[in-house]
């Protein structure tokens, strides 16, 4: 499969300082020497808890973030050396779905200036006309129907799904070959995240676009995702093709993760036992070891010694564990 | 028999300002045995956080409570909504307590855990020592190692601070704990574990809890019998097996069709359309709108809550 972006050894470290009398310098792994690739027209699901490095990766791919280490791939051009000309072209492939459909739209802008803006920023010559044709199609296809109806319209007089579909509008009129969705969903009605996950997926027929799916809600991602790769204190530790990943979970962290996904139905509950996660907090600091060491219930010296790599269990599953080599 | 701990009758709610009169809740009549656990589901803004404040008595201004009545069968019948201040105070917590939405940032940040906690036990009549001792054991019971006491809230985590307030929620000896949203913001892990942990609650001191979320599949895994709540409405309940395996109401069918779960080959489905307005006279039921099912009576008379079964009541004009 070919790939339309690729991350190679990406690491990006945040630090701040702690302490009002003793100053402590703290540092944050929040990208720890990230590999990963996303084929043409693959949408790629990213999970792992809140503050795994999730959204990090996500800013990365879109050239949003300096790196402390590494390089990001966009077909085959390094995204962190372009010039100003090839990021503006980057930019016009490249869009991002927010999760806040009530912050992310300007409330003093209508829906028609909303969604042609970025159409004007890479096609500065185009007709109003055909701006007004564009921004009609676009909504179309996002299911805002009739769309002549929403063009005059503000975000505060639209629903939380209908400022959703107005999101993915903005970033999709410009045919955009990459996407990144971060937690598109979490913040809308159960009853209407799955129109929005089922435009998605049309989009992705429609345009041809790859994807790159974040969400800590595993069964969302699994329903739109190919592949899915799960992030634990930014580390990836596992990928496989979603059923594969779901059903055959190697990585301890992730057989916790999705034994501990509650299944709508009461014959399948939970065993009452409590997942046998070690407590505490922890963060990555960098060091050479398993991220999951301090948690895992089959933590061994090696663990601590030095990271697991990458191995392939058959398949296209990988995992990064040395319970497995 | 089960025995019922607090029954809710007819309850209404309004919340009121200068031009409109949003009817949040619209009669609703709701029990809460022994020893259950209730599930209350719905989307947001259909009132069920406000129904929850009615156990309380916690409605304050610009709402009102302008209807129905809320027992309470403790040592003795408690009408709730008629206590006097003093009596409400003594009601609150020590028999009915809360686990709010958002709880993680309902810590005072500047007082260490162990003296919030105390504050709750003294103000309801323990003494300082009695309080003083029990808090290591409300930690240990809501899986929080007692060394912890002497924390600020910033010095721990989202599950830990949620766990804090389910040790607060239990200080008094309640009968009854609600829990509104109380692990909507938590990893699925964390979840998980303070569910094992609320569940076993149950089995040891014999509490009831109602669950109050958006969150369907959780209700699945931990609820004895669920409400289905709409524009204000119960649209159906029954025990939790009758709700998924066999549900009545077109919208409880269809809000079983909107979530994926892992490994189901099914293609999701939204519900078109959006909740009503509730500040506007609703003609028919609330439901019609949006329902694929809907015939002309529907739009004109609302229907009313009837039994189909063994505990299953639905309100619908397909079964009546």
């Given at each position: 499969m070919d790939s339309i972006v690729e991350l190679r050894n990406v690491t990006k470290i945040f630090t701040n300082t702690q302490g009002i009398i003793k100053r402590k310098k703290r540092t944050v792994?929040?990208?720890?020497?990230v590999n990963l690739s996303i084929g043409e027209k693959e949408i790629l699901g990213l999970i792992g808890e809140s503050g795994s490095g999730k959204t990090t990766l996500g800013l990365a791919v879109l050239k949003l973030l300096d790196l402390e280490g590494g390089e990001i791939l966009f077909r085959g051009k390094d995204i962190l050396n372009m010039k100003k000309k090839e990021t503006f072209r980057f930019r016009e492939k490249t869009e991002m779905i927010f999760q806040d459909p009530y912050g992310s739209?300007?409330?003093?802008?209508s829906v028609y200036k909303i969604i042609s803006t970025p159409y004007k920023v890479f096609n500065?010559?185009?007709k109003e006309r055909d701006v007004i044709e564009r921004v009609i199609d676009t909504l179309e296809m996002v299911g805002l129907n009739p769309p002549e109806q929403y063009l005059?319209?503000?975000?505060?007089?639209?629903?939380g799904g209908q400022r959703q579909r107005v999101g993915i509008a903005r970033a999709i009129i410009t045919n955009p070959e990459f996407l990144v969705a971060d937690?598109?969903?979490?913040?809308?009605?159960v009853s209407l995240r799955a129109d929005v996950l089922n435009i998605l997926l049309e989009l992705r027929e429609k345009l041809g676009s790859s994807m790159l799916f974040i969400s800590h809600d595993i069964a969302v991602t699994q329903y739109v995702s190919d592949r899915i790769a799960v992030m634990h204190l930014g580390q990836i530790v596992e990928i496989a093709e979603s059923t594969e990943l779901v059903n055959n979970p190697l990585h301890p962290y992730t057989q916790t993760l999705i034994s501990s996904i509650p299944i709508?139905?009461?014959?399948?509950?939970?065993?009452?036992?409590?997942?046998k996660v070690l407590a505490g907090e922890y963060v990555?600091?960098?060091?050479?070891?398993?991220?999951?060491a301090n948690k895992c219930?089959?933590?061994?010296?090696k663990c601590r010694r030095s990271r697991p790599k990458m191995i392939e269990k058959g398949n296209k599953h990988y995992v990064a564990c040395y319970l497995y080599e | 028999m089960p025995e019922p701990l607090l029954e809710v009758k007819n309850i209404q709610v309004e919340y009121r300002s200068k031009d409109r009169v949003v009817k949040a809740v619209r009669g609703v009549n709701l029990r809460i045995n022994k020893r259950e656990i209730i599930g209350i589901v719905g989307e947001s803004g259909c009132g069920k956080s406000t129904l929850a404040m009615t156990f309380l008595k916690l409605v304050d201004i610009p709402g009102k409570i302008t209807s129905g009545e809320i027992i309470y069968h403790g040592k003795t019948d408690i009408d709730v909504l008629k206590l006097k201040p003093s009596a409400l105070r003594k009601y609150r917590w020590k028999e009915v307590s809360m686990i709010f939405?958002?709880?993680?940032?309902?810590?005072?940040?500047?007082?260490r855990i162990e003296e919030q906690i105390m504050d709750t036990m003294i103000e309801h009549g323990y003494e300082q020592e009695t309080a003083m001792k029990r808090v290591d054991e409300l930690l240990r019971i809501a899986?929080?190692?007692?060394?912890?006491?002497?924390?600020?809230?910033?010095?721990?985590?989202g599950g830990m601070k949620q766990r804090v307030n389910i040790a607060i929620s239990l200080a008094c000896e309640p009968s009854l704990v609600i829990a509104d949203?109380?692990?909507?913001?938590?990893?699925v892990v964390v979840q998980r574990q303070i569910m094992a942990r609320l569940l076993k609650l149950r089995d040891e001191l014999g509490i009831s809890l109602v669950f109050i979320t958006h969150d369907i599949s959780l209700v699945a895994n931990i609820a004895d019998r669920v409400y289905v709540m709409y524009a204000g409405k119960i649209v159906e309940n029954g025990p939790v097996k009758e709700i998924f395996h066999n549900p009545k109401h077109p919208y409880t069918i269809a809000l079983l069709n909107s979530i994926p779960s892992i490994n189901r080959d099914k293609k999701i489905k939204g519900i078109p359309g959006t909740p009503p307005d509730l500040s506007k006279p609703i003609n028919g039921c609330p439901f019609a709108p949006r329902?694929?099912?809907?015939?002309d009576k529907c739009h004109e008379i609302e229907p009313d809550l009837i039994s189909?079964?063994?505990d299953h009541e639905v309100s619908c004009h397909l079964y009546g």
């Open positions: 792994y929040a990208l720890h020497d739209l300007n409330p003093v802008q500065k010559n185009a005059a319209k503000y975000p505060n007089q639209l629903s937690e598109p969903v979490s913040m809308l009605d709508p139905d009461p014959e399948r509950r939970w065993d009452t036992s409590e997942p990555n600091e960098g060091k050479d070891e398993c991220s999951f219930p089959f933590v061994m010296d | 939405q958002g709880s993680m940032n309902a810590l005072n940040p500047v007082t899986g929080l190692n007692p060394s912890l006491k002497r924390s600020f809230p910033h010095e721990l985590s949203e109380a692990t909507t913001a938590l990893d329902c694929s099912k809907a015939f189909i079964g063994q």
